[in-house]
């Protein structure tokens, strides 16, 4: 039967999962580029060379993907441990967003030499978004439970 705890061990394990192959990735990434540049039309409004550029921005994107993806552990350790309602939750909340905004930002950035990046940026600042909603929402939530904790 699946239960709550097999559904944290599992997104645990996924964390370190996806952090593990973003790793890999960062290994291969000069080699994607290059058969990336050979085999994609220059659409974009900067026509240069692409090869530095999008190497800098697509490690800057997976520095900060595993920056999230850290965080991201630590609010499931967080919650396995019952912490759930607390201001460690509403700062690793925080933290994804940021990362997440900031990744948008950077391929829009790459935009100017493909423009096959504005949906990635698109989605990411959506991710961005959501994960501010959600630390929102968990920041209400701790305010709560604090007025709760202090009335008993």
């Given at each position: 039967m699946w239960t709550k705890t097999k559904s944290l061990l599992l997104s645990r394990i996924l964390t370190v999962v996806v952090a593990a192959?973003?790793?890999l990735v960062a290994f291969v990434l000069p080699l994607m580029v290059e058969f990336y540049?050979?085999?994609?039309?220059?659409?974009?409004l900067i026509k240069?060379?692409?090869?530095?550029p999008f190497c800098?921005?697509?490690?800057?994107?997976?520095?900060?993907?595993?920056?999230?993806?850290?965080?991201?552990?630590?609010?499931l350790d967080n919650i396995s441990s019952?912490?759930?309602f607390d201001n460690a939750n509403t700062k690793c909340l925080r933290?994804?967003?940021?990362?997440?905004?900031?990744?948008?930002?950077?391929?829009?950035?790459?935009c100017l030499?493909?423009?096959?990046?504005?949906?990635?940026?698109?989605?990411?600042?959506?991710?961005?978004?959501?994960?501010?909603v959600l630390k929102n929402v968990f920041d209400k939530a701790v305010e709560?439970?604090?007025?709760?904790?202090?009335?008993?």
């Open positions: 192959v973003f790793v540049d050979m085999i994609s039309e220059p659409i974009g240069g060379e692409i090869f530095i800098i921005g697509l490690y800057i994107a997976i520095a900060l993907a595993l920056v999230a993806l850290f965080f991201m552990h630590k609010l019952e912490i759930v933290i994804i967003s940021w990362c997440c905004i900031l990744a948008a930002s950077d391929f829009f950035i790459l030499w493909r423009y096959i990046f504005v949906m990635p940026a698109v989605i990411v600042m959506m991710l961005g978004l959501i994960m501010r709560i439970k604090s007025e709760n904790d202090f009335t008993i």
